[in-house]
């Protein structure tokens, strides 16, 4: 069955970075898009953008241009996403999802100093 | 940018109940459009697709309708399980979630 493991909950510094992964298991992993999603705190969902772990092929919302970098390990099925230069708004729950259909359990990234 | 609106807010219902939920988006995105089920502490869960085709292992007593703008979710009876907040997500053009609407037992 499909699943999707994402690493662990994560507290950092303001002004830091960030690289948290999406391990995923039970498809074909270069064949689906990996969507990443964001959550804050009493907030409904964000669209953060889309990587085809095929091709590297990336697609990024807007407002995440420059704040998240989305990458693909396709040797060990990983997606990673990086999110760079971390404030207070970052705070939030970060989700990875394969063609929006299975998501991941979702990683707690905290900015704090 | 495509907005979705979904109505009501806050929805209390007892077990049993028909459970009518609604999202409107801001211009025609034809059939492209998904709910969720995010239960308290969990990721979302993917419960139908293209409007109105319910995902595998779902329950029956979810369905979905509408196209253009205008769209329904509806519980045909409410279980306690059910207790949820529930997200469409248009992807139309781009991807954007409504703010979703959460159901509780009366």
């Known amino acids: 069955q499909v699943q999707l493991q994402q690493s662990g909950t994560e507290l950092v510094k303001p002004a830091s970075s960030v690289k948290i992964s999406c391990k995923a298991s039970g498809y074909t992993f270069t064949s689906n898009y990996m969507h990443w999603i964001r959550q804050q705190p009493g907030n409904g969902l964000e669209w953060i953008g889309w990587i085809y772990p095929g091709n590297g092929n990336t697609k990024y919302n807007q407002k995440f241009d420059g704040k998240a970098t989305l990458t693909a390990d396709k040797s060990s099925s990983t997606a990673y996403m990086q999110l760079s230069s971390l404030t207070s708004e970052d705070s939030a729950v970060y989700f990875c999802?394969?063609?929006?259909?299975?998501w991941g359990q979702g990683v707690m990234v905290t900015v704090s100093s | 940018d495509i907005q979705m609106t979904q109505s009501p807010s806050f929805l209390s219902a007892s077990v049993g109940d028909r459970v009518t939920l609604s999202c409107k988006a801001s211009q025609n995105i034809n059939k492209y459009l998904a709910w969720y089920q995010q239960k308290l502490g969990e990721a979302p869960k993917l419960l139908i697709y293209n409007a109105n085709s319910l995902q595998t292992g779902i329950p029956s007593r979810f369905s979905g309708s509408g196209s253009g703008t205008d769209f329904t979710l509806t519980i045909s009876s409410l279980q306690p399980e059910d207790v949820a907040t529930y997200f469409c997500l248009q992807h139309n053009s781009w991807y954007t979630f409504g703010a979703g609407t959460k159901l509780e037992l009366k």
């Open positions: 999802a394969t063609e929006l259909a299975y």
